[in-house]
């Protein structure tokens, strides 16, 4: 359903004259034959849909607040695709709102992947954790991997697919993350925050906006704000309140996914979870979550 709903958003926004070409990796075992993501097709007919299947990669590799060994799929991309010399990747926690043609034009030169970087330069934890914890120059970048272009020619080419399968058998904190920025550090294209907008981005977007100005321009952070791709990267908004929930719902609701009791039941368990939060949890939540000047 998360992914349907992604694709669904992909495919409304695109524009009159692009065609995706769309590839679904899974694990074995998956059965996706008569289900409701295999009828996109139908409903939009500017794309083609197609099932790989990823046998025995990443079994046993290392997991982490409940992301699967399937994660690591994006790793291997330009292999398990070799239709394409570029791909743009994307997890399912997503709900894109433009047109990603231009994107795919970008010419990545020698870069192996174009990616958002995690803002260091604002984040303390963040230059800690890319210092301390992995050993790399923070200064680099320190790039998200939900939304990836790839250079797979690139990385087919430079024999980067064995060092990312050996990395995959450390237990890194991030995974995936952490494995694509330590191979290819230095390597990359900075795309700006309107390609992944995490919450953490969208928090410093809105929260500190003259320093997001300052580096990305007040273009692409009003460009961010009201169109590219949302990328939930924490708590899901089917499962529980997060910010940019109603964006993800608003897309849910027309797709063919939609289903009356899910619904129900996903509002009535959060009206009995805030009931029973005490007043400083109210509060609290008020805070974490603030709602900017333009939608309040």
Known sequence: MPAGVALTSLLESAAADTFYDIFILHAPGCDFSGSALSRLPERYPNCRLTFRKVEGEFVGAYEIRGIPETAYYRLLAPEIIPEYD????????????EDLAPYYAIDLGDAYFGAVDNCGRFRPDVRKYVTQSLGLDWQKGYYYSGNLLINSAAIRRDGLLERFRAL??????????????????????????????????????????????????????????????????????????????????????RSIFFDEAFCRDFWDGQHHRLERLGLMKRIKMVLRYPLDRKNA
């Open 86 to 97: 570029k791909i743009l990747y994307s997890d399912v926690d997503v709900i894109i709102r």
């Open 168 to 253: 995959g058998t450390k237990a890194f904190k991030q995974q995936d993350m952490d494995i694509i920025n330590i191979a290819c550090n230095g390597r990359f294209r900075e795309m700006g925050p309107a390609f992944c907008m995490t919450c953490q981005l969208y928090e410093l977007l809105v929260g500190r906006r003259a320093d997001m100005e300052s580096v990305y321009g007040a273009a692409e952070v009003d460009h961010a704000l009201s169109s590219g791709i949302v990328h939930y990267n924490g708590e899901k908004p089917w499962k529980g309140i997060c910010l940019n929930m109603d964006i993800w719902w608003d897309c849910y609701r």
